[in-house]
C-alpha cells in the first residue's frame, strides 16, 4: 500500500539556522503531497501542497519539490523562527482514494 | 481557525462504554473525514463520509461506526472502548470528493482517554 516515510525527530536548530525535514514516498500512481503542521494543542494546517512533479509548493518561507524521480519532497526552509516549532507531517493523497496517507511526524524545536 | 469544529474538546470515560464524537465541516464542504492520532500508530485514516453516504473506509474497528446527517455534521461513535482506544480523534473536510489534489481541513480534534 502507500506509504510516507519522515526523517526522525527530533529535530532542535538556533533561530536563523537552515531546516531540511526530508520526505520520501511510496504510491501507486502520481499522488498528490501535502506538508501540514500541528502547533502544541492544535490541529492540523496545511503548511503547503503540490499535485504534480517538479511542482513546487511554499508558504510562509517554506518549500517543498515534487520529486517524482526520487519519491521525494522534502521540505526546506532558508532561516527558522522560534514560532516554527511544531510538529511536520508529510502526507500524500493517492488518486483512487482521497484519505491522507501521513508519515510519522517530525518534532521541530527552534532556541532562540 | 479551519472552519472545522469538533466537540467535545476533551472526553473521559471507562472501558466497556460507548461516546459520540461530533464535527461540522465548514460552510459548504461535502467531504467529511475522521482520522485518528495515537501514540504508537500515528495519524491513521478511519472513515470518509461524502454528503451522506460512505465513501472510503480505513482501519476502522468494528466496534466503532460513523454517520454524516442531512445538515453535512457527521457523528463517530466508538464502543465497547477499550485502553488502547484513547487517542486524538480529528475531524477534516473537503469540499469535493473524488480529488486527490483537494485540501482537506482539520478540526482541533477530540482528546479522548479511556481509563
Known amino acids: 500500500g502507500d506509504s510516507v516515510t519522515q526523517m526522525e525527530g527530533p529535530v532542535t536548530l538556533s533561530e536563523e539556522a537552515f531546516l531540511t525535514i526530508n520526505c520520501t514516498y511510496t504510491?501507486?500512481?502520481?499522488?498528490?503531497l501535502f506538508w501540514y503542521v500541528q502547533y502544541p494543542g492544535e490541529g492540523l494546517q496545511l503548511l503547503l501542497k503540490?499535485?504534480?512533479?517538479?511542482d513546487k509548493g511554499s508558504n510562509k518561507g517554506f518549500e517543498a519539490t515534487y520529486r517524482k524521480e526520487t519519491t521525494s519532497f522534502h521540505l526546506e526552509k532558508g532561516s527558522v523562527q522560534v514560532s516554527d516549532s511544531a510538529v511536520y507531517f508529510c502526507a500524500l493523497s493517492d488518486k483512487g482514494a482521497q484519505k491522507l496517507v501521513f508519515g510519522q511526524g517530525t518534532r521541530l524545536t527552534i532556541n532562540p | 481557525d479551519s472552519g472545522v469544529t469538533q466537540t467535545p474538546k476533551h472526553l473521559i470515560t471507562a472501558t466497556g462504554q460507548r461516546v459520540t464524537l461530533r464535527c461540522s465541516p465548514r460552510?459548504?464542504?461535502?467531504?467529511v473525514y475522521w482520522y485518528q492520532q495515537s501514540l504508537d500508530q500515528g495519524l491513521q485514516f478511519l472513515i470518509q463520509y461524502y454528503n451522506g453516504e460512505e465513501r472510503a473506509k480505513g482501519n476502522i474497528l468494528e466496534r466503532f461506526s460513523a454517520q454524516q446527517f442531512p445538515d453535512l455534521h457527521s457523528e463517530l461513535n466508538l464502543s465497547s472502548l477499550e485502553l488502547g482506544d484513547s487517542a486524538l480523534y480529528f475531524c477534516?473536510?473537503?469540499?469535493?470528493?473524488?480529488?486527490?489534489?483537494?485540501?482537506?481541513?482539520f478540526g482541533p480534534g477530540t482528546r479522548l482517554l479511556v481509563l
Open positions: 503540490a499535485t504534480k512533479a517538479d
Open positions: 504510491a501507486t500512481g502520481y499522488p498528490s
Open positions: 460552510s459548504g464542504d461535502l467531504s
Open positions: 477534516a473536510s473537503s469540499a469535493r470528493a473524488g480529488t486527490p489534489a483537494e485540501t482537506q481541513y
